[in-house]
């Protein structure tokens, strides 16, 4: 899948200063809370592609048929997302479960329409989030 067009520069420069605040702000607030039962976000666990360094990053994952979508708010080019392209791998703690994931997908918002609930679409519609990734459950777990 290609890439989202690149938004206009206002736009860009908006959503580029939410992304930074959210990873230095809200992420660490938020990783007390992520993965938990009864919690909308999830946890991803992924190891850097340069560093071997283990990391995790707050998400919303949404359970489907195969695996889970995560919407891409901040497109296809943050770290979390590199590193997982790259190792293949890697685990999703949702409502306090653990899941090994692997083979991710980038997939647009139609292709993701089909799998979600009509609220989730409408969620992620009014968000303008038109990226997201798929990925498959890897431990077999249903």
Known sequence: MADTPAPAPRAASA????RVFNKYVTNPVMMRLAGRRHWYASVIRHTGRRTGKPYATPVVAEPVAEGFLIPLPYGTHVDWL???????TATIQYQGRVYAVGSPEIVDAAAAAQQLSARRRRQFRRFGIDRFVCVQRADGDS
């Open 82 to 88: 590199r590193n997982l392209q790259y190792s293949g």
């Open 15 to 18: 959503r580029d200063a939410v």
